[in-house]
């Protein structure tokens, strides 16, 4: 289906409606770029989490997961370069007050400009955000009479940077308080455990360390529903390999990221590209995006960079421990590379939305139109898998239909219904995403079988009540 902005909003309606995705405090109206996940959005969430530190916990026998705090001591990121340099720049319009992160104000510019044009004036921009060119790229906003789309006027600030980090104070009284962040990342709870894994798991290079959690951010622009939230959710990876085999690991996580994007969250080859960085970060010798063609457009999922020995020095540096690996097959000590693959956990949420969306229109046999919104989510991360439906509540087909969810729900997310007609209850669970309904009917007590739905096709089948089980495990192991 073709996306809009229109297909955009009633995506979010629609997320809002069937309990997946919440404004956060709603009650109080809100707070802006902070959401809360209902019932079905809080379990897709965790399938996801879960088919990632499976793909990289499980299937890799030489990646370990960890689970660090959201406080870490201070000093860790000014080894990490945080304090100093984790910022955007960023411009206000006078009359507006309206804040703009300049790469953000730049891009939407140029979308209205000729393809060619656009993409002269983006490159132009990268190479002035890559020299840390603050004033020539507010004389880039000048030349280009670039206006504020709240006032209309071009009336800007000079352009300045502005730090991400949100802190806080550790300890109740003031005088001892000391300033400490809430985590950006969840890469540097990795580093400073990079010994304590290596040793306590008698780790041997290459080996990776996992790791899921929350990371905030003060992010001035916050927009596009949960694309861009102050407080997400993270899942990195760090890959501690022998210095100068950086090119070789970056090209491997490269292709296998992909792959997994395809293989295990389903997504089109045709939504899925790479975007090579231009500007890259003080830590990277080399830096790549995994971009998906969100409703709004080609944006970052996830980031891949190949972080040198940039990380584990600086915190050498720092704490005055030494962050070392022994290689017995070399006979050498070194600080090792790191190849880092970060994806944003709310990032894979929305994509996974937008590709199962749909809005469905047909006409039936006798002529009439038809319709349902669908949302198409691939069986192994669907919130619920199955739903038992007896077709009346009388005659004991409600007591069969509760025994197939007996029998079911140990292994997976099962729900059950008897209210309205067959045809609502059926849309209701395409509306949520579920892949499997059975029926139980008047047969069933004659035969032992049942109807199963399949959401996608709509194509109904009878199978036996005992199969049912077995059907749905092979489609969500698939
Ligand atoms: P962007 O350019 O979109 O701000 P980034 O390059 O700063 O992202 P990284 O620091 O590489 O992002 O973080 C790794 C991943 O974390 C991103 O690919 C993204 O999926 C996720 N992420 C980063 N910032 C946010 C945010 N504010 N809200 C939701 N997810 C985020």
């Known amino acids: 289906m073709a996306y809009n902005s229109d297909t955009f909003q009633s995506l979010i309606s629609h997320a809002k409606e069937y309990g997946y995705i919440f404004q956060s405090s709603e ?5 802006a770029a902070v959401y809360d996940y209902g019932q079905n959005g809080a379990q897709l969430k965790k399938n996801i989490r879960d088919a990632w530190w499976k793909s990289m916990t499980q299937l890799n026998d030489n990646i370990v997961g960890i689970d660090a705090s959201i406080f870490m001591h201070p000093t860790t990121w000014k080894a990490s370069g945080h304090v100093d340099s984790f910022s955007d720049p960023m411009i206000d319009n006078k009359d507006s007050k309206k804040r703009y992160r300049v790469d953000h104000l730049i891009e939407a510019f140029a979308e209205n400009l000729s393809a060619e044009e656009g993409a002269a004036l983006i490159h132009q921009m990268e190479q002035l955000l890559a020299a840390d060119d603050l004033k020539g790229i507010k004389q880039l906003i000048d030349d280009n009479k670039i206006k504020c789309s709240v006032s209309g006027t071009a009336n800007w600030t000079d352009v300045r940077q502005f730090n991400l980090m949100f802190s806080t104070e550790l300890g109740s009284v003031a005088d001892e308080a000391s300033t400490i962040y809430l985590r950006p990342e969840t890469a540097q709870g990795i580093f400073v455990n990079f010994l304590n894994v290596q040793k306590t798991g008698r780790m041997k290079i290459p080996f990776g360390i996992a790791q899921t959690g929350k990371a905030f951010r003060n ?26 085999s950086q090119k070789e690991w970056y090209d491997f996580w490269k292709a296998e990221r992909l792959r997994w994007h395809k293989d295990v969250m389903g997504f089109p080859v045709g939504r899925l590209q790479f975007h090579d960085h231009v500007k890259l970060a003080h830590y ?15 944006k970052e999922l996830e980031g891949i960079h190949s972080r040198t020995d940039y990380d584990l020095s600086r915190h050498q540096e720092f704490s005055k421990k030494k962050l070392q690996y022994f290689d017995t097959e070399i006979n050498q000590n070194y600080v090792p590379y790191v190849i880092e693959t970060s994806v944003g956990l709310d990032r894979l949420v929305l994509a996974t939305l937008s590709n199962a969306y749909a809005e469905e229109k047909w006409q039936k046999e006798d002529g009439s139109e038809d319709s349902r919104v669908v949302l198409k989510i691939p069986a ?10 007896p077709l009346t509540k009388k005659d004991g087909l409600p007591e069969i239909a509760r025994d197939i969810v007996n029998n079911c729900k140990g292994s997976f997310q099962c729900f059950y219904e008897e209210k309205d007609s067959i045809g609502k209850r059926y849309r209701r669970m395409d509306a949520i995403g579920t892949p499997f309904a059975v029926t139980v009917d008047h047969q069933t007590k004659e035969d032992g079988t049942v109807t199963i739905r399949y959401r996608d096709s709509m194509q109904q089948e009878r199978i036996a009540m005992q199969e049912v089980k077995a059907k749905i495990m092979d489609a969500i192991l698939a």
């Open 219 to 244: 992010e001035i622009v916050a927009r596009q529903f949960i694309f861009r939230m102050r407080e997400f959710e993270q899942m990195e990876m760090q890959y501690f390999i022998r210095p100068g």
């Open 284 to 298: 990277a010798d080399a830096a790549v995006d995994v971009e998906f063609h969100f409703p709004f457009g080609w």
């Open 380 to 389: 192994n991360l669907a919130p619920t898998k199955l739903a038992v439906l």
């Open 27 to 31: 009650i109080y109206d809100g707070l």
